[in-house]
């Protein structure tokens, strides 16, 4: 009877174990489904890590360039709110997206400008 007790104790032990496993199992996939899900409104942002928003600032600095890395920076900045326009389906969103992409595009043309003068 003792044998019997044990392998009965034995048996809901690992009936727990395996619930605890499968348990945590659920919330591993849980948080990796959340996980992608975060990535995937940030990559449509127009972030991500393969991109980085502000690439620009490793942008090197040589002489008689000095104007190069503001160019970059600004035509990051037309490329984000060219990409936001582009996802969003809020009009006043999309309007202000495009707005600050026309003030990129003018300072741009301005920068430029400045330099072949």
């Known amino acids: 009877?003792?044998?019997r007790g044990d392998a009965?104790?034995?048996e809901l032990e690992a009936e727990e174990e395996a619930e605890r496993a499968a348990d945590e199992e659920r919330e591993r996939k849980g948080r990796e489904r959340e996980e992608m899900r975060r990535r995937a409104t940030d990559k449509a942002a127009g972030g991500g890590a393969a991109e980085p928003e502000q690439w620009w600032l490793s942008y090197n600095v040589t002489r008689g360039d000095a104007s190069g890395r503001e160019v970059a920076k600004w035509r990051a900045r037309l490329l984000r709110f060219e990409k936001i326009a582009k996802a969003t389906v809020a009009g006043g969103e999309r309007e202000n997206a495009l707005r600050?992409?026309?003030?990129?595009?003018?300072?741009?043309?301005?920068l430029t400008g400045e330099e072949e003068e």
Request: glycine share 0%; proline share 0%.
């Open 1 to 3: 009877a003792r044998r």
């Open 8 to 10: 009965l104790l034995a």
């Open 100 to 110: 600050l992409a026309a003030q990129a595009r003018q300072k741009i043309q301005q």
